[in-house]
């Protein structure tokens, strides 16, 4: 069974034993052989590497639980652009989150579109996740649609289901509908999370002036929540999206104008 499981089995009768020795077992002195310190030292060997594929699979499980969109999985410091003039926050913040999180304290990636917040969000999972700490990544409109069929006690225990995790990162602020029922929901999911007093991460394509100045109460006092607990980074300049799509484009064209039949 140990086999068919990828596990190697091992049969101590066949062994290498050092000199038999004496030892004194519930009163009754007895003869025992000992491991020779080859042996011993390959069933740690064996030990340390079912060990390591424990965790492997223990963080996989947690990706595949904490990581709501199968393309973050590739966001990670090893993938990244180190000359984004964001980078180093998102490092500094992984490097320093027992401090941050003892008062609650996350990010808000605030700027355009195509400028690196998801992606470093998604870096800062990753890394998080590669050390067993639970992280949640996810965007508003998949909270909306999770908490659309729920009654109201299957709301609330929904929404503080999500405190299981260290941090929450919530992608896309603004992209949903401004209808009250929404506007109603994004502050219940704000309002949990800050009451809880974890941190959380926000991506949002908006102006820090936007942010600062609401349009309405309804949208004012979940910004209000957002910037008290999250430290603002901007993110401006060059559209790495527009990038990528550019050089996937150049990439097709090429390999259509030069394919053979």
Partial sequence: MLEKSGFKAFDVRKMPYKKAEKILFLGVERVVGCLCQRAAEEMEREREKHRAEDELLHIRQIKSAGLQD???????FANCDEMHPCVQYARRYVGHFAEFQKNGQGLLFWGNVGTGKTFLAGCIANAFMEK???????SFPKLLNALGGLYS??????LKSLNQYRLLIID?????????????TVYLVIDERYKSGKSFIITINLSLEELRNPADLEHGRIYDRIMERC???AFSGKNYRI?????????????????TV
């Fill in 231 to 233: 430290v603002p980074v």
């Fill in 153 to 158: 006690g299957e709301k609330n225990e929904y």
């Fill in 70 to 76: 199968s393309t973050f999985f590739d966001y990670t």
């Fill in 172 to 184: 896309d602020l603004g992209v949903e509908r401004d209808t009250p029922y929404v506007l109603e």
């Fill in 243 to 259: 990038g990528r799509g550019r050089a996937n484009m150049e990439n097709a064209s090429g390999i259509l104008k030069h394919e």
């Fill in 132 to 138: 067993n700490i639970p992280v949640l990544m996810t």
